[in-house]
């Protein structure tokens, strides 16, 4: 008699698991050893994160724990912190504190029901996309000017105070965010870029039609003032949204549109922005082919190709599905025409990170093999690394070329980090554990170590001495020194402070930050 067990694994994982509801699941992993191993497959709980929560592994190198993460998205919990200006916080309350900026993470209220599954941040704003693929927003999209009261969200300077629904009519699947502007990339291969929340473009252009692999946008990448996209077949396309030509077209356009009061994108009573969608017929720029580049060790017998893109300030950062790290300037559609990709081999082989003098110098263990997986920037650093727990982070800079040595943090080797954030002088590393670790300048509060003014001095986050401890407590300033050794971040504050907080996804910019959080000891009382 032929027995379930007697079935190739992949039809069980493909064609039965998927149709079982969550209890079913639990009980079939109880029957015997085959089936726990079976219901535990990393690969079939990342790929139902996916189906069931719109989580992705886009922004993350996380390899294992997808079945923990499941459980932990029926609750998850949202944190913000650093400088508060321009509403960029969402908190209708924010804390006092020695300099009067949020130095420690804070629950940030959304609408009731809604499972944040990822975090992005804009200069002085943030972009939350939750599981059904509805987007919120608070803060400001362009902090740089302001907006009478009884302007609409069609005004870029218009703040959100509280987070906001966009009302989208397709579901959004990810969200990058540049300085000023976020491109959006929806269920239906719709490439989205807003300049105000009000009135976001639609890209239209046979380039992302869709209907081959070198027309279907696989991902979306902002830098400061431009917006990327990176095809399927490993393509990259460029548009620059505030400078001609296309400025003056979506210049044309608002004043067409500030005609019609329906098109003022006012917030509604249940805080929505009504989004008054339009198309832009426009080509992006093609970005050139990559060079030829060296073999690297384990990589796959397909042609190498584009898989990644990270944005600076004015230029992107790219990975291969080799492993090999590029940068090319995109400064503007003028000046890209005469750029080459370059390739930068002291990011890439394994043979040239030994040779970084932290691992000559110290007793820092070395990596054995490497291929860099996943690449992150923002304003003027990048950051290109491996998961896993022998983990290597390299940073580079706007002015990394091909003989350029990357920057090493020793505590950072190793431990199993599967993302890493930049803000304009703070950064952030999340580890496969659910730690937050940070460092850097102080930037109003973004490194998330605590109140400077109740810290003990020297602790990580305050300030060297108790004299300067005290004379900022009286004078409310200055502010405490920045932090060079990465040190963990705790959420919860005071009375509201747990051990067991694991965080799953971090975004930074500007001078705040922002993540996503479990609470374990909820997760266990519910099960």
């Avoid at 379930?4 to 079939?28: F, G, T």
């Avoid at 990559?290 to 384990?298: H, I, N, T, V």
């Avoid at 082989?349 to 997986?373: A, G």
Wanted: proline residues 7%; hydrophobic residues 40%.
């Amino acid at each position: 008699m032929t027995m379930l067990s007697d079935l190739p694994i992949e039809v069980l994982l493909d064609n039965l698991l998927p149709w079982l509801a969550i209890p079913d699941l639990i009980h079939l992993g109880q029957t015997d050893h085959f089936f726990a191993r079976l219901c535990d497959d990393e690969t079939f709980w990342k790929r139902k994160l996916e189906e069931d929560f719109n989580f992705t592994d886009e922004r993350t190198a996380r390899i294992t724990g997808w079945k923990h993460l499941y459980r932990g998205l029926r609750n998850p919990k949202t944190y913000v912190w650093g400088e508060h200006s321009k509403g960029r916080l969402g908190l209708k309350k924010i804390p006092t504190t020695t300099l009067r900026d949020v130095p420690y993470p804070v629950e940030l209220q959304i609408k009731s029901g809604a499972r944040i599954v990822s975090l992005s941040a804009a200069g002085w704003a943030f972009f939350a996309l939750d599981s059904t693929g509805s987007v919120y927003v608070w803060g400001t999209l362009n902090g740089t000017s302001y907006a009478l009261q009884h302007d609409g969200y069609s005004e870029a300077a218009k703040p959100a105070h509280t987070p906001l629904k966009l009302g989208m009519q397709s579901p959004t699947r990810s969200i990058s965010c540049g300085r000023l502007h976020a491109t959006t990339l929806d269920d239906q291969h719709h490439v989205w870029t807003f300049l105000s929340w009000g009135r976001p473009f639609r890209l239209v252009t046979p380039a992302f039609d869709a209907t081959t692999l070198d027309s279907t946008p696989a991902l979306v990448e902002s830098g400061w003032n431009f917006s990327s996209v990176l095809t399927k077949s490993g393509d990259v396309y460029v548009w620059w949204p505030f400078a001609a030509p296309l400025k003056d077209i979506i210049a044309a356009r608002n004043i067409a549109m500030d005609a019609a009061a329906d098109s003022k994108a006012y917030a509604t009573e249940d805080g929505v922005i009504p989004c008054s969608t339009w198309e832009l017929r426009e080509e992006p720029t093609k970005l050139p082919p990559l060079p030829p580049l060296p073999e690297l060790p384990l990589e796959s017998a397909e042609p190498a190709r584009l898989i990644k893109l990270a944005a600076l300030e004015s230029r992107l950062i790219g990975l291969t599905n080799h492993g090999h790290v590029l940068s090319i300037a995109v400064e503007s559609d003028v000046a890209v025409r005469s750029e080459r990709w370059e390739y930068l081999p002291n990011f890439s082989e394994v043979d040239k990170v030994q040779q970084h003098p932290v691992y000559v110098s110290s007793q820092l263990k070395p990596p054995q093999n490497l291929r860099i997986s996943h690449i992150s920037a923002q304003f003027q650093t990048f950051v290109a690394y491996s998961p896993g727990s022998s983990s290597v982070i390299l940073l580079g800079s706007h002015e990394t070329h091909a003989d350029s040595t990357p920057l090493i943090l020793p505590a950072l080797q190793n431990n199993d980090v599967i993302s890493v954030v930049l803000g304009d002088y703070h950064y952030g590393a999340l580890t496969s554990t659910g730690k937050l670790l940070t460092w850097g300048e102080y930037s109003r509060g973004a490194l998330g170590l605590g109140d400077p003014g109740m810290l003990p001095p020297g602790q990580p986050g305050g300030y060297r001495t108790e004299e300067r401890r005290r004379a900022a407590v009286t004078n409310g300033g200055p502010f405490p020194p920045g932090t060079s050794e990465p040190a963990e971040v705790s959420f919860g504050h005071g009375k509201a402070q747990r051990d067991k907080m694991f965080c799953f996804a971090v975004a930074a910019a500007g001078w705040h930050m922002g993540a996503l959080v479990i609470d374990l000891e909820v997760r266990f009382l519910a099960d």
